[in-house]
């Protein structure tokens, strides 16, 4: 179910020692995705700035360059960096079968990898029957805005539904796998998933702008607003930049900034966070989409050049639409707040020749 949203921000930074983006062709792209898709728009190329439009609807209030907003599934790569250094702390093994450690929630022969891959074979809860008769429309989401939901209650979206495949046999991006690694996390080292990551990745790297919000409906200092169509009869969009993330939980609650990403992307890339055996695990793929292979927790795609980035990107309920990208030496992470017109991915995605290429 695909909601409208509102308000737009894009950002890059990196090392770019051997050449730099042309500020005109970047400004058109940011001028593209407002006039199309996005009220706003900014960038951020090592401190050379270029924005476009406003932060929210009926403002004319730019969009600050340090910006927080809810990235999504951006979440996962986090998810995956704990896990992976509890695999190197021997704490667990990528071959694991789950259901040992967390009995009675899914089928046997589902292991660690197969969660961290989505090769699982498990039906993501965001489409199952269950959830879209809760959540039919932009009314239901406003309605929920403030409900609490338990992982378990999450899962249970899913519960009695068969496996679309043997798992290790195909792939399928379900949210479900990172709700289980969130209570494998929780279930191997005693503590919340959110206190392994801050402890794990956030100090040691710095991430201050960086929040796994939990049931905290509230973003926080400066951000951009998202929207969802308003309930009929009523027109417009309606504001739902306040909203419990537990709806996500451990697959896409993450709170972010846009230099933030691109740090954390850099490290985990250039690997800073595991161990060497964890590392190539973590840059192992296999085939995801016609637009990008998936590894643990990771997405990586080949560019036009035969340049190869890694990132992620995350949507958020429709409202925000979130791409983070890195070579290693240079990143590009853009954020936006959908709101009608083309998706801006589209844009974002002609625009990494010019950081990348």
Do not use: C
């Amino acid at each position: 179910m695909r909601l409208a949203g509102a308000t737009g921000f894009i950002t890059a930074t990196g090392n770019f020692s051997q050449r730099k983006i042309k500020t005109g062709a970047l400004q058109a792209a940011l001028d593209d995705i407002t006039a199309g898709s996005a009220v706003g728009a900014l960038a951020r190329v090592r401190g050379t700035e270029a924005t476009s439009g406003v932060t929210m609807l009926g403002s004319d209030q730019a969009v600050h360059p340090d910006s927080r907003f809810r990235a999504g599934s951006i979440t996962k790569p986090f998810i995956a960096t704990v896990v992976l250094q509890l695999v190197g702390e021997g704490r667990l093994a990528l071959d694991d079968v789950v259901r040992n450690r967390l009995p009675g929630l899914l089928p046997d022969g589902i292991t660690v990898r197969h969660l961290l891959q989505h090769t699982s074979g498990l039906p993501n809860y965001t489409n199952s029957p269950a959830f879209g008769a809760v959540f039919s429309g932009p009314a239901d989401l406003v309605r929920l805005r403030y409900r609490t939901w338990t992982p378990r209650e999450l899962l249970g979206f899913v519960d009695g539904m068969p496996l679309r495949f043997e798992p290790g046999t195909d792939w399928w991006y379900a949210n479900t796998n990172y709700v289980l690694l969130g209570l494998l996390i929780e279930r191997v080292t005693g503590s919340a998933y959110a206190t392994e990551i801050r402890r794990r990745i956030l100090r040691p790297l710095g991430l201050r702008g960086t929040e796994l919000p939990g049931t905290d409906p509230h973003l926080r200092g400066p951000h951009p607003h998202g929207y969802v169509p308003a309930p009929a009869p009523a027109p417009g969009p309606v504001d739902i930049t306040v909203f419990n993330p537990s709806l996500a939980g451990a697959a896409g609650e993450i709170i972010s900034t846009t230099a933030d990403l691109n740090t954390f992307f850099r490290a985990l890339v250039t690997g800073r966070l595991l161990r060497p055996a964890e590392q190539r695990e973590l840059l192992t793929f296999r085939r995801g989409t016609p637009d990008y292979d998936y590894g643990l927790g990771l997405m990586t795609k080949l560019l036009p050049s035969g340049v190869r980035v890694w990132g992620h990107s995350g949507d958020f309920l429709d409202a925000y639409w979130t791409e983070s990208w890195t070579t290693g030496d240079r990143s590009l992470t853009v954020a936006t707040t959908p709101w009608s017109g083309p998706h801006p991915k589209i844009r974002i995605r002609s625009l990494l020749p010019s950081v990348f290429e």
